[in-house]
Nanobody, 117 residues
Framework: QVQLVESGGGLVQAGGSLRLSCVAS????????MGWYRQAPGKQRELVAT???????NYEDAVKGRFTISRDNAKNTVYLQMNSLKPEDTAVYYC???????????WGQGTQVTVSS
């Protein structure tokens, strides 16, 4: 069974940093585009960042220059380094895996990130 397991969330003060990790199992990891999405209470889920099989990255405008997505194919893991965190970054962050030849997605259960003022 496919599993995406996120970790690294928590409570930090504004200006602080966190690194999220997502370990995938049950898929051929290097065949998937990996991504991070987030959803705040009362808001729609939004894209944060994606990284392709070959390392091409895309970022939501709100996080450009602050967040960095990376992947380690040997460890079946995707990371999101989050710096200069702001209260508006508070959300549940979800790991996403999308097969390169389709739009079928797998999702993790999410990890809570809370940034205090």
């Amino acid at each position: 069974q496919v599993q995406l397991v996120e970790s690294g969330g928590g409570l930090v003060q504004a200006g602080g940093s966190l690194r999220l990790s997502c370990v995938a199992s049950g898929i051929s990891f290097n065949s998937y585009r990996m991504g991070w999405y987030r959803q705040a209470p009362g808001k729609q889920r939004e894209l944060v960042a994606t990284i392709t099989r070959v390392g091409t990255t895309n970022y939501e405008d709100a996080v450009k220059g602050r967040f960095t997505i990376s992947r380690d194919n040997a460890k079946n893991t995707v990371y999101l380094q989050m710096n200069s965190l702001k209260p508006e970054d508070t959300a549940v962050y979800y790991c996403n895996a999308r097969f390169w030849a389709s739009s079928s997605d797998y999702w993790g259960q999410g990890t809570q990130v809370t940034v205090s003022s």
